[in-house]
């Protein structure tokens, strides 16, 4: 009996006729680039010192009607454990039913060539591992229950990883590859899923509430496609035996696509579902999102301090927000009062300053101070731009006695205007214009005005805004709460 050898020596086969069956010359070529097809896509596992090379009977017999052919690997080499990675086929064969022998030899399919040759193709992936070695301890395969029936998919990462890049609109929803539940015991869980085949199969799996398809037309599912359609290999089957250790070239694989539902597409691809995912919790570095988000049980933040947050359009916020920096806005674009105090006090933090307040007599122009006292223990919340100042209920010495008093202006740690102008604080309590410094936060208010003037909003001007100030004497005491956006 003759030995064949395939180009790159992964193969030595013989070929044997068991039956009635003519094998012509077109058989035994067709029979060769088969081989030599695998030959040219799989290196050995590096481990092996010398060449490696599998042994293959190939032979034409008697099989059941509906069989195309089948394979059966018969030993296998192994490294340390006889388990998925480290165990390779020795030798094994091929048999090729006599009675669909011309058929296959004699339909050429759309990509030029024979039916015959694309189920070679198929046995000899079986041959290589494909399926084969699915049951071995150490597979990457995971059970899951359907409906109370166990079923299968494979999670090595090449194949899962080639998988999920034919149908990256909803990759983030894949686990693994389903594999075949459906055909008897010569296809179930030995072959990836087929997906719609007739009333043989079903593009039904569903794992973890998702869909994941079958791979169709591709060379290594069960079934192989009506005329004239091509049965492509693809990166798929190569990430089969890389995840076995196999060296493959992903350059010489046909085309192939996984078609999928365009309702069901738009249905998945959102950014709710995918943020669901746990795999994909603190990884969105940059992303551009259009449309709604929506968050739920958990945050939406930025881990580094140079990190931002843009939003383009509206935002709304149902609960309450933390921040930790400074939020900018354009002051320009604030309606007056559109920030009410009982809508941030509580949701910002403290911070402890001195202040000092000047008492003047009314005809002391000149700046100088009558008497000065620090005092320590005011605090004031701080949003941006946004400044809420609450003075606590401080002593100021004789403020109320004598005639002509004044409290003139009080000095914060932030400029409550940076304007040169002499009357850049607008209209004063009376409605009139102050003539008060640049740094002035508050313009003059006498004792006596201060009384009658509560929840009165007393400063307005195109640039700077206090709103609502609580203006209460009583004795030797002053109460001054406002809120201030500052320019």
Not at 201 to 222: K, Q, T
């Amino acid at each position: 009996m003759t030995t064949y050898t395939s180009t790159n020596e992964l193969f030595r086969y013989t070929i044997d006729n068991e039956t009635s069956y003519q094998i012509t010359s077109e058989d035994y070529a067709i029979i060769l680039a088969s081989f030599n097809k695998w030959d040219s896509l799989v290196t050995q596992n590096e481990r092996f010192t010398n060449t490696y090379t599998i042994d293959v009977s190939f032979s034409i017999a008697s099989l059941g009607n509906g069989i195309l052919g089948g394979a059966q690997v018969l030993t296998a080499y192994y490294f340390d454990t006889y388990t998925f990675g480290n165990s390779y086929t020795a030798n094994g064969n091929i048999k090729m039913n006599e009675s669909y022998m011309s058929y296959l030899r004699t339909s050429i399919r759309s990509d030029n060539q024979s039916a015959l040759y694309h189920v070679l193709l198929h046995e000899i992936g079986h041959i290589l591992g494909i399926g084969t070695y699915w049951n071995m301890n150490g597979s990457p395969v995971s059970s899951y229950s359907d409906n109370g029936v166990t079923k299968y998919y494979y999670t090595g990462e090449n194949a899962l990883r080639e998988y999920k890049s034919y149908i990256p609109e909803i990759s983030h929803t894949i686990i693994g590859l389903p594999i075949e539940d459906n055909g008897g015991s010569g296809t179930q869980n030995v072959h990836p899923e087929e997906g719609k085949e007739g009333t043989a199969s079903s593009d039904n799996r569903y794992i973890n509430g998702y869909f994941h398809p079958g791979l169709d037309n591709e060379l290594m599912s069960g079934w192989m496609e009506s005329f004239p359609s091509s049965t492509p290999l693809s990166r798929i089957s190569l990430g089969f035996l890389e995840d076995m250790g196999f060296g493959v070239d992903y350059n010489q694989v046909d085309n192939f696509e996984i078609n999928l539902e365009e309702n069901y597409i738009k249905n998945i691809y959102n950014m709710s579902n995918w943020l669901d995912l746990s795999n994909n919790a603190n990884t969105l570095k940059s992303s551009y999102v259009s449309g709604f988000v929506d968050i739920k049980g958990g945050n939406l933040r930025t881990r580094d301090s140079t990190d931002h947050l843009m939003i383009a359009g509206d935002a709304s916020f149902n609960q309450k927000v933390y921040i930790g920096g400074d939020i900018s806005w354009n002051p320009s674009n604030l309606a007056n009062n559109s920030i009410p105090i009982s809508a941030v006090d509580s949701l910002i933090e403290t911070s402890t300053f001195d202040f000092t307040i000047e008492k003047k007599t009314l005809d002391n122009n000149t700046g100088d101070s009558v008497t000065t006292t620090t005092i320590a223990g005011g605090y004031y919340y701080k949003i941006g731009k946004f400044v809420y100042v609450t003075y606590p209920r401080l002593t100021i010495a004789n403020l109320n006695s004598g005639t002509g008093c004044a409290l003139h202006s009080v000095s914060l740690p932030f400029a409550a205007a940076q304007k040169s102008s002499g009357t850049c604080m607008g209209a004063g309590i009376n409605g009139v214009l102050q003539g008060t410094e640049k740094n002035h936060g508050i313009p003059t208010l006498t004792c006596s005005q201060g009384a009658s003037k509560i929840n009165t909003e007393f400063l307005i001007h195109s640039e700077v805004n206090v709103y609502n100030p609580l203006l209460s004497v009583s004795g030797d005491y002053l109460d001054i709460t406002f809120n201030y956006i500052a320019q």
